[in-house]
Structures are given as C-alpha cells and as structure tokens.
C-alpha cells in the first residue's frame, strides 16, 4: 500500500506509491538463501539527487601531487583534501593494489565511519576520464576525445571547448546537452547541427543563429518554432541575397542587438511550446527524455524502460535515483555515475565496467563483482570494506552487517553528503541546490574558502578591447581578464581566439563558469509541474513551472498545431 513520508532532510511531504515498493522489494539484494528487504526512502526525490550530487565534481580543478611518482597532475579533488590521490594514468597501473588496504569490519561502530576511514586511505583517481584522450588535460569524464579543454562528460569530442554534457561533436565551444554537430557556439539541446549559434531545442539546422525549437532549417536568424525553412528572419521569409545585410542589422560586434532579442522574445512567448522534449515514449513523465517505457520523473535519459528518478541516464531498465550514466544497466538504486553494464548495483558511487551485485562502493571497476563497502577496488570479488574473503566467508558476514546498519539507521540510505570528498561548494549538489557558507557548515559539510580562481589581476580592461573580433590582437591570449558578472579573472586561449575568428563571434565577457552558469539557467529546472495546456485546458505535467509565460501546450495539442 502507498505511503506518504515526511522527507527527513527538508521536512516536504512525498509519496512512495505502490509501484516505488513494488521495486524496492525486487531490487532487494539476496544474500545466499535470504532477502533483504530495502526500506522506502526517508528523504524526497531532489534530497536524494541532492545528496548523490554532493559527490560530483565536474569543473573545479586543482593542480596537486600525484601520490604514487610525485609529478604535478590536474585533479578534481584540492590539496587541502584529506584523500590519497593517483594522476589516472597510474590509478589504472598493476603499481598497486586496493586489497592491501582491507581491514576488519567493527560491529561496535557505525558503517559510514568505517567507510569514511577506508576511503580517506585508498588512492583516488585524480580526474574521472577514460582512455583513449589526446590533449585533454583539462577536461572530467571524458573519453575517446582529442584537442579539448574545459569540457566535462564527453564522448567522441574534438577541438571542443567549455562545454558540458556532449557527445560525437567537433569545433564546439559553450554549448550544453549538444550532440553529432559541428561549429557550434552557445547551444543547448541541439542535434545534428552544423555553423549554428545561440540556438535551444534545435535539430538538423545549419549556417543559422538565435533559433529556438527549429527542425531542419537554414540560413535562418530569430526564429521560432520552424520546420524546414530557409532565409527567414524573425519567421518571416526575406530573400537569399537581402539576408546577409538584414542579419548585419541585428548585430552589433557580433552580438544580437536589445531590439532583436526582444523580438526573439516575443516570438517565444507567442509560439506553442511542447510540454516536455522528447520522442518516441511510451508511459513517461518527465523532459528531455525519448525512446522510454513506463519511466516516470526522468530528465536527459533515452532507452529507459521501468525506471524513475533517472537523471543522464541510458540504456537500462529497472532503476530509480540514478545520476549517470547507464548504457547496459539493470537493477541499480541509489547511484551516482555507474555505467557501461551494471547488474544489480545499489548506493554506489563511480563504479563502471561489467560490475554486479555491489553495494555502498565506490571507484570499484572493471567486473569487480559481489563487493560491500569498497573504494578502488578493479576486478575483485567477494570483498567487505576492501578485505578478501571466500565466497561462504562474505555470504555469513554481510547479512550481519546489514542487519547492524538497520540498527543504526544506515541500510538503505546513500552515502551522506559530509562523505563527500568534495566540499559542498565545490561539487555539482552547490549548482542545482544552492546554499551559503553558513548553511553548509550548519549541516556538517565541507565549505571552500580557496577556490581555484583569482580577482583584480586583470590586466586589461574592456574598454582597451576592440570590440570587432577582426581587430582583436593575439596578445589577447596574453591579457587576464575580468568577468562582468562575478568578476573572476581568466585568459582567452589561443584555440579559442582562432575559432571566434573563424565564426565572427565576438569575445565572452564572463568567465567560462558564469557562462555555464547562464546556459543552465536558460534550461527548466528538473521540476515537474501540473499545469493547464494553454490550448485545451487539459491538466499535464510539465517542467514549464506555472509562472513562465509560454503557451504550453499538451501533447495532442501540439503536434496539431505544428501539422
């Protein structure tokens, strides 16, 4: 039967509905012959994404030793740390073993203390990366790229720049959720695009710029809501030799002139939106989401099938409160970052590779199976806080450990965001889930007072900067600026200066982080919200929050109105 909880952490009221129990009860681990049972969760869905993103740090990075040659590395984790960290190179070597830091597991203290001890010893790798890379030093949970920097979560990148959550692209700078396109600049949710720029929601459009929710469009600028179109400005048709000038009009310095985005504006306010993005679903509730089945409260997932609370996740089925990634996973709850095939993986951190029946681990990869309380572990089996036993040996001991942490109130729940790590400012839980210094430190977690960036060593000053990109120096690339939001200092790099050029785009005047932050920000919240489409009045969850003035349309209503 359904049950309605206070959430321990912010007091709100959820439902745990009779479907959530129903999984609860099928992912519960067995242990030789017994089950055992997970309990419906004490906190409410973003407290839970909260506390699993309290242990994600993509963008911050430091410069530090690597513990095991010595050598300055990159690293995500700062050198006022507490944790052992390996340059990620050699954290994958044969140079050590995470075996030779197992111990005794202690029945007179709590589980996470335990954990705490374990993972402030076993070495952590210094970026989350893969191999295959080329010159992307710069750059966190990235693979299989060449010639980036500042990207994070990236697949197949080249001479990508200061983008975050990208797949198969090439020449894209500043853009976010952006996949198989090139000479992209400041786009959001874009496929298949080619020389486009300040575009959302946009597929197979190309030579065009300030485009939202346009298909298969080009030689287009300020439109809203087309579908194979070519030369139109504001959505009104002009013709192929006018173009050129009439765009020039809208620009100033390569920046869209305060008329015209008012005009774009207006366009938006005006044109139906869809009530969420996403194709080819069955049974689903959330945004950015396609080709899933019965998945509800999902956010930037595809091919998910029996899922909920999903967030960047793919190719899986049977999960709930998973951030990152999938790609071949069954049965997972309670996960940050845990991919490319999982079986049955429960409260995990960055485990990938082939891994089952894990639990409370992190950093344990490459078909490490059967394993409790474990950091940095690579294909190891039947291991508790990172001691080998046999297979009868670890069937007799966890049961009594988890029976201890039901006494403690520990089963069942993620790892707490004072293990993290991250402080709290540092990590991706500050981005979507802000809160002051004085606030963090009241609920025990960590704070930054260091951060990795300097103010008032600019050399220069805008007003000594052309604001034509032509007339821009290349001793540019050896001026610190500042930015005119937070004020931070930051360079222009010489690869950076070279693509403006190449595109007539003029220089960013904020740093590459309050960029992000703005591109985030021109996205909606990971929220769901009953609200009536503006159409035909029918109730529908949308991550359209009530406030915003765009014509929201259901689904129906929708595809009638773009046929």
Not at 36 to 57: S, V
Not at 153 to 169: H, P, S, V
Not at 459 to 485: E, F, K, N
Request: hydrophobic residues 35%.
């Amino acid at each position: 039967m359904a049950i309605h909880k206070q959430c321990a952490s912010c007091q709100a009221g959820f439902d745990v509905d009779d479907a959530e129990l129903a999984f609860l009860e099928k992912i519960s681990p067995r242990i030789g012959a017994e089950l055992h049972y997970l309990p419906a969760p004490t906190h409410c869905p973003r407290c839970r994404e909260q506390r699993r993103l309290a242990m994600r740090n993509e963008r911050i990075y430091y410069r530090r030793r690597c513990a095991l040659s010595a050598k300055e590395i990159v690293s995500i984790y700062s050198p006022d740390s507490p944790v052992v960290v390996y340059e990620h190179k050699a954290w994958y070597s044969d140079e050590w073993d995470g075996a030779a830091y197992g111990r005794e597991f202690d029945f007179s203290r709590p589980f996470f203390e335990q954990f705490a001890e374990l993972h402030r010893v076993v070495p952590l790798m210094s970026l989350d990366v893969k191999s295959g890379n080329e010159n992307c030093d710069y750059t966190n949970l990235i693979s299989e790229s060449r010639n980036c920097y500042q990207v994070v979560a990236c697949t197949l990148g080249e001479d990508c720049m200061y983008c975050a959550f990208i797949q198969r692209n090439r020449s894209a700078v500043d853009c976010f959720f952006v996949f198989d396109s090139e000479l992209c600049y400041e786009c959001i949710d874009c496929y298949r695009c080619y020389l486009l720029t300040h575009s959302q929601y946009c597929q197979n459009c190309s030579e065009s710029g300030y485009l939202y929710n346009c298909r298969s469009c080009a030689n287009c600028f300020g439109c809203v809501s087309l579908v194979n179109k070519q030369y139109h400005i504001f959505n009104q048709p002009v013709a192929p030799q006018q173009y050129p000038a009439l765009v020039a009009r809208c620009l100033s310095g390569g920046i869209c002139s305060q008329e015209a985005l008012a005009h774009i504006l207006e366009l938006r306010r005006t044109s139906p939106q869809r009530a969420y993005a996403g194709l080819q679903n069955e049974n689903v509730t959330g945004d950015h989401i396609s080709y899933c089945k019965n998945s509800f409260n999902c956010f930037d997932c595809t091919y998910l099938e029996d899922c909920r609370h999903c967030v960047w996740f793919h190719k899986s089925k049977d999960c709930a409160d998973c951030y990152g990634w999938g790609l071949g996973g069954e049965l997972g709850y309670e996960n940050h970052l845990v991919g490319n095939t999982f079986q049955r993986v429960l409260f995990c951190d960055s485990c990938w590779e082939g891994v089952s029946n894990l639990m409370y681990c992190r950093l344990c990869v490459n078909r490490s199976n059967n394993l409790f309380g474990c950091v940095g572990l690579r294909g190891k089996e039947y291991c508790v806080l990172n001691k080998q036993y046999s297979k009868d040996e670890y069937v007799a001991l966890v049961p009594r450990i988890i029976a201890h942490m039901r006494k403690t109130g520990e089963w069942g729940e993620f790892f707490p965001a004072y293990l993290s790590p991250f402080c709290y400012n540092e990590s991706v839980a500050h981005e979507y889930y802000p809160l002051s210094r004085a606030e963090a430190l009241s609920r025990n977690l960590s704070w930054q007072d260091n951060m990795p960036y300097t103010t008032g060593r600019e050399t220069i000053s805008w007003a000594q900067v052309p604001s034509d990109i032509a007339s821009v120096p290349d001793t540019i690339t050896r001026a610190v600026l500042r930015c005119g939001s937070c004020r931070r200092n930051y360079r222009t790099i010489s690869q950076e200066l070279l693509f403006y050029r190449k595109m007539n785009l003029a220089l960013p005047r904020l740093c590459f982080h309050c960029r992000h932050l703005a591109r985030r920000a021109r996205r909606n919240d990971r929220i769901l919200h009953v609200r009536s489409c503006a159409h035909c009045a029918e109730k529908m969850l949308t991550s359209f929050a009530p406030t915003q003035p765009e014509l929201v349309y259901c689904e129906q209503c929708y595809r009638d109105a773009v046929q």
